[in-house]
């Protein structure tokens, strides 16, 4: 009677053709990651329209970027000298990510999920990965010196605090410290770029750049792009205590720092939780990708 009893109960309850404890995601959706998987995908996509713009398109972006993130580096500047609070400033700083993600502009930074997710999953060539990357980081840069440029020279009065904080970052200098503030930066922008690929409304956009930007500004994470404007800034006021061949050392061991954070804390670890999907997009590449393959479709003619 106990066993008829339990089979009944089993057989309300659907266990029978309910999955197994240790099952395959690959082979049972009842035990996959839905929504993990449905990201990846996302990303995947993404990484492919982005690799596939033309030159000019692909600076316009990186330009505008830069500017955007501009727009935050002056709210941060205007609310530290008016409270001289960087918890404050940090919060104001979230205008320039809130345009980032609602105007479709690029930061390099942000490139270390996407493109490197769709490399990975042999939908580009690692060759358009180094393409981007080096044009939307100058293009980024170029657009935030004019945009801090013209910040100054409107707001001659904030001279002090952009060298405050833009002095800080060449502060930093070289030692653990630096490195793991840079680690630390990477690793939250990417999480940011991840959470906004998570769904597709305007709150899944603004929440993450919120926050992103509230600990990169507030806690003044060794960011490659957001401290480059800083020391911008400071540069523009002709006061500053460094010159371009630090800010030069400091921004690119930054981004060291971040590649470290970016891929190896978010991106690859991302990646593993959906393994089973990263190897059908790796079994189905994308026309030219594969070795042998010269065809050129996705990647606009861009060798």
């Known amino acids: 009677m106990p066993d008829t009893a339990d089979k009944g109960r089993s057989s309300e309850r659907g266990?029978?053709?309910?999955?197994?404890?240790?099952?395959?995601?690959?082979?049972?959706?009842?035990?996959?990651?839905?929504?993990?998987?449905?990201?990846?995908?996302?990303?995947?996509?993404?990484?492919?329209?982005?690799?596939?713009?033309?030159?000019?398109?692909?600076?316009?972006?990186g330009l505008v970027g830069g500017i955007d993130v501009g727009t935050g580096v002056l709210g941060l500047l205007l609310v530290e000298h008016e409270t001289k609070s960087k918890l404050l400033a940090g919060l104001a700083f979230s205008i320039g990510f809130i345009a980032l993600a609602l105007a479709r502009s690029e930061l390099f930074t942000e490139d270390f999920l996407i493109p490197v997710s769709t490399v990975i999953a042999r939908q580009a060539?690692?060759?358009?990965?180094?393409?981007?990357?080096?044009?939307?980081?100058?293009?980024?840069?170029?657009?935030?010196?004019?945009f801090t440029w013209l910040i100054m020279r409107g707001y001659p009065d904030m001279a002090s605090t952009a060298i405050e904080s833009g002095s800080h970052y060449v502060?930093?200098?070289?030692?653990?410290?630096?490195?793991?503030?840079?680690?630390?930066?990477?690793?939250?922008?990417?999480?940011?770029?991840?959470?906004?690929?998570?769904g597709e409304s305007v709150a899944s956009k603004i929440v993450p750049a919120v926050t992103a930007a509230f600990l990169l500004a507030g806690g003044q994470l060794n960011h490659a792009i957001v401290n480059s404007l800083?020391?911008?800034?400071?540069?523009?006021?002709?006061?500053?205590?460094?010159?371009?061949?630090?800010?030069?050392k400091t921004a690119g061991f930054a981004a060291l720092g971040n590649v470290i954070?970016?891929?190896?804390?978010v991106t690859l670890l991302r990646l593993l939780q959906v393994p089973h999907k990263v190897?059908?997009?790796?079994?189905?590449?994308?026309?030219?990708v594969a070795l042998g393959d010269n065809r050129r479709v996705d990647d606009g003619g861009n060798d």
């Open 261 to 265: 954070g970016g891929v190896g804390l």
């Open 15 to 61: 266990d029978e053709s309910r999955p197994g404890v240790g099952s395959d995601p690959e082979r049972s959706s009842a035990v996959a990651e839905h929504e993990v998987e449905e990201t990846f995908l996302r990303t995947v996509d993404e990484g492919r329209r982005r690799m596939s713009r033309g030159l000019a398109p692909l600076v316009a972006t």
């Open 279 to 288: 190897k059908e997009e790796r079994d189905n590449p994308a026309l030219g």
């Open 171 to 198: 502060q930093l200098g070289y030692g653990i410290r630096a490195l793991s503030l840079a680690v630390l930066g990477g690793a939250v922008i990417t999480l940011m770029t991840w959470m906004q690929h998570s």
């Open 125 to 146: 060539r690692f060759r358009m990965l180094i393409r981007l990357w080096v044009g939307t980081l100058v293009a980024n840069l170029a657009g935030g010196w004019v």
């Open 230 to 248: 800083l020391m911008f800034a400071a540069l523009h006021t002709g006061h500053a205590p460094f010159g371009y061949v630090d800010w030069a």
